[in-house]
């Protein structure tokens, strides 16, 4: 017989059952006789040697697979016949580049192998392995407090920062390590009162369920020595069979934003609430007021504050508003409110309280700000202007409100200060009335609404006319003609001065330019605002404009009043100075009515004085009063002769008055008995200009 034909009569005996069973297991089964030839494979084996069906039955294993015999296929093998015990190892085999987990059992008839290639297994374990370690790195490298639950709840992993914090915190290893059902420990916190735990196990549950792709939660973690604050996130695991839970320190971020919040409401110097809470706090107060009382609004301004920021300092002018806010919240009652606006502006909201009361408590803030402030060893007295609205008259928004106290504080400035104003209608009129002027005035240069009046200056020793003056005129479209006195304040208060200040220069010059093209030689002076000494922009304005109307530096004279000049002496000094160098005249208008002294003229970098129509006023009848005036304005001529000044009586409206300044010296006067303001039209054709040339009279006044 054959060895193939053995081998096939040795299948045979394998029972029909037998066959099947071994056709549809996934191991490799093979059955080799007592001379090592294969006598049965089944298909699984066949494809794990690399053969075909039926090639190996009748050949011999050693044979066919020679490397196999000096591996532990050969020992254990021939060991399992030996000794008739079935052995299990395993075992790589390099031709197939593959690892076996085999199982050999002997019988009589020669060797049963079972085996399975296991390094599909193996690299899955390795693999998973691997994920394992990975997935553990990944929850340990996060700052989190990360814990994996599976459907049921049950913590299965935790990362290293969720074990320190309950170690930290000293929890009980039952409510935070793996083993526990954290839902339970939730539970158990819900039952006892604790909101935020029902929050997080509903929307645990959510996630589990698939009802919500994520949730989200920031809750308290406070002890009595420290506030804490976490934030709870759960996804679900790909499968939706488990959730992932992390919790976040954001303590940091929700004290931040507190902070954030409370610095968004209330002023940094003096922490009390700012503009933007304290019109929360109006609308809260006007939404729930008495009806018979109302809401009272006190908007407390500093008199003379800037004064202390420019002499002493901005950490003294701090301090004291640091300190002013303790006095008001002291003043102020239990309900009212205290904020500060901006600046040195506080405001006082007073819920229930009439104007009478309002008035009262305003007594009291001054009362109480009247007495001294100790600050950088130093007495500071103060003072504020109190503007009061109630909101029984003036009703509307809050903002409302607001305007109306400072309507009325700026009237109780405009009144002398130190003092409290209650808004009216009629102030609000007024002050609708200021501000429909002061836009107005904005336009009035483009519109071609501003002119120029020109009065002469009187030579008093022969009677003609040295010099002309420029004054403005504003022809409003609606209140027709009007005169400086209604409107320079106003321009200086909203800052068009600057702007006006130089049309009228430029103006004023153009007109001398087309006077000397006629062939008459006079010289202007014109006004200039403070604000040109403050801005530092004199000097240049004065030469462009000289530049533009091509007129000489001698036909101009600068009129400044000595209380523009005292705001800032050096630096107006400094100015003056330069414009004098370069030809142009400077004159101290109303000279008499303002801060400066006799004594201080010889410091002054001015070439004429003009001396105010208060003192002039007097003159030629018999008073006291004159006898003052009389004994001023001879000092005064007396000390501008000897410096080499000109010195200008202004206001003379009368002979007697003319004779008096004559007799005291003055050179030159100014007044309705000589002209008054006109046309420059009207001047050339009405009085007999000289045309004596400006650049005769010398410049006086100290050098500088």
């Not at 202390?308 to 301090?319: C, E, T």
Request: proline share 4%; glycine share 8%.
């Amino acid at each position: 017989m054959s060895v193939s034909a053995a081998a096939t009569q040795v299948g045979s005996l394998l029972t029909d059952q037998a066959r099947t069973v071994l056709e549809t297991t996934s191991d490799g089964v093979f059955i080799l006789d007592r001379d090592w030839r294969f006598t049965y494979l089944n298909a699984a084996a066949e494809r794990f040697l690399g053969r075909g069906p039926g090639e190996l039955p009748g050949l011999n294993i050693w044979d066919e697979f020679p490397l196999a015999v000096e591996q532990k296929f050969g020992s254990e093998y021939h060991r399992a016949v030996r000794t008739g015990v079935a052995v299990t190892f395993d075992e790589s085999y390099a031709p197939l580049d593959t690892t076996f987990e085999v199982r050999a059992f002997p019988d009589h008839n020669g060797l049963v192998v079972f085996f399975r290639d296991v390094n599909d297994d193996r690299r899955l374990r390795r693999q998973q392995e691997a994920h394992a370690q990975l997935t553990r790195a990944i929850l340990d490298s996060l700052p989190a407090h990360t814990a994996v639950l599976d459907s049921g709840g049950t913590i299965t992993s935790t990362n290293m920062p969720w074990d320190a914090f309950g170690a930290a915190a000293g929890l009980d290893a039952a409510s935070w390590s793996t083993g526990v059902n954290y839902l339970q420990v939730c539970q158990r916190a819900a039952d006892a009162g604790d909101r935020d735990a029902a929050a997080v196990i509903m929307g645990l549950k959510e996630v589990a369920g698939g009802a919500r792709a994520s949730f989200s939660y920031d809750y308290e973690c406070s002890t009595p020595d420290a506030e804490r604050w976490f934030a709870v996130h759960a996804v679900p695991l790909l499968d939706h069979e488990g959730v992932i839970v992390s919790h976040t320190d954001i303590t940091s971020r929700v004290l931040s934003e507190r902070r954030l919040r409370h610095q968004a409401h209330h002023d940094d110097l003096t922490g009390l609430p700012n503009r933007r809470r304290l019109l929360q706090i109006l609308a809260e107060a006007m939404t729930g007021q008495d009806d018979a009382t109302g809401v009272a609004v006190l908007l407390v301004d500093l008199d003379g504050f800037k004064n202390v920021n420019d002499s002493l300092g901005h950490d003294v002018g701090d301090a004291l508003l640091r300190d002013v806010a303790t006095r008001l919240s002291a003043v102020a009652c239990e309900s009212d409110v205290v904020a500060r606006v901006g600046g040195d502006e506080f405001v006082l909201v007073a819920p229930d309280c009439d104007g009478d009361a309002a008035t009262a408590l305003a007594d009291r803030i001054r009362a109480s700000l009247a007495k001294p402030f100790d600050i950088a060893s130093m007495h500071l007295p103060t003072a504020a202007s109190i503007g009061i609205a109630l909101s029984r008259v003036t009703g509307g928004r809050p903002e409302d409100l607001l305007r109306d106290a400072d309507v009325a504080m700026y009237t109780a400035k405009a009144r002398g200060r130190d003092r409290s104003q209650v808004f009216s209608p009629a102030l609000g009129e007024s002050a609708h009335d200021r501000l429909a002027l002061a836009a107005g005035l904005r336009m009035a240069v483009t519109r071609g609404e501003l002119f120029l009046h020109y009065q002469p200056i009187i030579c008093l020793d022969s009677g003609a006319v040295c010099e002309v003056e420029a004054l403005m005129r504003w022809n409003h479209p609606e209140r027709g003609l009007l005169f400086p006195g209604s409107f320079i304040e106003l321009a200086e208060e909203t800052g068009v001065i600057v702007p006006i200040s130089r049309w009228l220069l430029a103006e004023a010059l153009r007109q001398v330019a087309q006077w000397s093209r006629q062939g008459l030689e006079v010289a202007v002076a014109v006004n200039i605002a403070a604000q040109h000494l403050s801005l530092g922009t004199l000097f240049d304005d004065v030469s462009e404009a000289l530049g533009v109307a091509q007129v000489r530096p001698e036909q101009l004279i600068i009129e400044l009043t000595e209380t523009d000049v005292a705001r800032d002496p050096e630096r107006s000094a400094a100015q003056l100075c330069a414009l004098r160098e370069l030809g142009v005249r400077v004159a101290m208008d109303d000279f008499g009515s303002g801060y400066s002294s006799l004594g201080q003229l010889a410091s002054l970098p001015v070439d004429v004085i003009k001396i105010d129509r208060s003192l002039v006023k007097d003159l030629g009848t018999i008073s006291a009063a004159t006898d003052v005036a009389r004994t001023i304005i001879s000092a005064v001529t007396q000390i501008a002769d000897s410096l080499g000044m000109a010195t200008v009586a202004e206001g003379i409206e009368t002979a007697e008055q003319r004779a008096a300044v004559t007799e005291l010296g003055c050179t030159n006067a100014q007044g309705f008995l000589f002209a008054r303001p006109m046309t420059a039209h009207d001047l050339v054709t009405s009085l007999p200009l000289t045309g004596t040339s400006p650049s005769a009279h010398a410049a006086g006044g100290p050098s500088c």
